[in-house]
């Protein structure tokens, strides 16, 4: 069977880490070999790459440059882990992709879409995720979640941004899932963490039923 590409994505405090465990012990539990990975970052060059794009500093980062620093980890990111990962039919689960670029530089940031899907198409070609697990929640819900996560640690640059960003980020990647829907599976993260664990189980497993039998 050749190797599949996941990816997770949701605005801050969705319980993403939590839910990329559960996802590692289905695919181990169903025999599939997989890795792990996450974006920003992914590779040495794209985790320093990640630290620019984190990192609070007094010189403003422009929207553009926001946006090719994105583009330019996920280049390295990719022919250096996710396409030689698939070439030996190894299954990759990636925590964030190109929809977090359409949610954040695009629908939240306002980067015009159409310039995303040139770097996308640039960066990428043909490569787009088989499936992506959507978790959303109303952002209050969310937000307090991550402040109670976060209490004592540094803020990132995404951290500081207020409520309205993370309401087009939440819209942004709602739109995405309703534009694509056989690549997404939307799962309610506002539940219990149990439950989410459970839908995404359930979700999952369906998936690599179908992917069985389809090779
Ligand atoms: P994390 O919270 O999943 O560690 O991701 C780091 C931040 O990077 C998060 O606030 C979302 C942001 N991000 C973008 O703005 N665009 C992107 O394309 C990606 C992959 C992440």
């Known amino acids: 069977m050749k ?3 996941i990816t997770v994505e949701g605005g801050e405090g969705v319980g993403k880490t939590t839910q990329l465990a559960v996802i590692q012990q289905v695919l181990a539990s169903s ?3 997989c890795i792990m990975t996450r974006e920003p970052g992914g590779t040495p060059r794209a985790e320093r790459i990640r630290e620019l794009l984190l990192t609070p500093t007094n010189e403003p980062m422009p929207a553009t440059c926001e946006l090719l620093l994105m583009f330019a980890a ?3 990111h990719l022919e250096n882990i996710i396409k030689p990962a698939l070439d030996r039919s190894v299954w990759v689960v990636s925590d ?3 929809d977090a670029t359409y949610a954040y530089q695009g629908a939240a940031r ?3 879409l159409t310039d995303i899907s040139v770097l996308e198409d640039l960066v990428q070609r043909s490569l787009r ?3 992506t697990l959507l978790l959303d929640a109303p952002v209050e819900v969310a937000l307090e979640r991550a402040r ?3 209490q004592g640690q540094q803020t990132d640059r995404f951290e500081l941004e207020r409520i309205s960003f993370f309401e087009r980020v939440r819209a942004g990647y709602l739109d995405r899932a309703a534009r694509e829907p056989l690549r997404f599976r939307v799962i309610d993260a506002s539940q219990p963490i149990a439950e989410v664990s459970a839908s995404l189980r ?5 998936y690599i039923a179908g992917a069985k039998v389809h090779g």
Request: net charge positive; charged share 25%.
């Open 3 to 5: 190797g599949r590409f």
């Open 31 to 33: 025999g599939l070999e």
């Open 74 to 76: 996920r280049s390295t």
């Open 96 to 98: 964030r992709f190109t």
């Open 110 to 112: 306002g980067m015009p």
């Open 129 to 131: 995720p088989d499936l």
């Open 148 to 150: 109670l996560r976060n």
């Open 202 to 206: 359930t979700t999952l497993e369906a």
